[in-house]
């Protein structure tokens, strides 16, 4: 902007009004990623809004992992929020792995209120994904059949028929 004249002096500003003016003069005054931020915001009433259509754009942009832009908006929001970051296996036997979690301090909030307690956050949230981990497995182990119901009840059977079944319909 240091060889410009100022907005307010050009012509073409003196008629503008309201959220018209604010686009004309961001567009006039910014480019690029500062641009698109201003352009966002005119639009918006709320400084929480503002915030996550800021952090949207430097996703767009590359400037913001979508893990971190996730985990600030649930923050931002005071939603409780949980993902898995990293989950390794080991090759030489798949049975053994781990993964690595990450959380808010609303989500550990909601596990508290849910009756989960433990000596740091860390251990709060150990002990809800033991118990999710044991509902997957009651789940399966629910799921199994032991080959005592009719394996067929849900598949549907195909069968063409030759020539010679066709001329016998």
């Known amino acids: 902007m240091a060889n410009k004249i100022p907005f307010w002096m050009l012509p073409a500003s003196w008629g503008l009004v309201g959220k018209s003016k604010l686009r004309a003069k961001a567009e006039y005054e910014l480019t690029g990623v500062a641009l698109s931020k201003e352009l966002a915001r ?81 251990s709060v949230v150990n002990k809800w994904f033991n118990d999710i981990c044991r509902t997957v497995l009651l789940q399966e182990n629910a799921d199994m059949d032991f080959g005592l119901q009719d394996a067929d009840s849900d598949v549907i059977k195909v069968r063409n028929k030759s020539k010679t079944d066709r001329l016998d319909d």
């Open 42 to 122: 005119i639009d918006i009433d709320n400084d929480i809004d503002a915030q996550v259509s800021d952090m949207d754009i430097d996703v767009a942009n590359g400037n913001m992992s979508q893990s971190v832009r996730d985990k600030a908006v649930a923050g931002l929001k005071k939603e409780p929020w949980v993902e898995v970051k990293h989950m390794q296996v080991n090759p030489e036997d798949v049975k053994q792995g781990y993964m690595e979690l990450d959380w808010n301090e609303e989500f550990v909030a909601m596990l508290h209120a849910q009756g989960y307690t433990g000596e740091s956050d860390e």
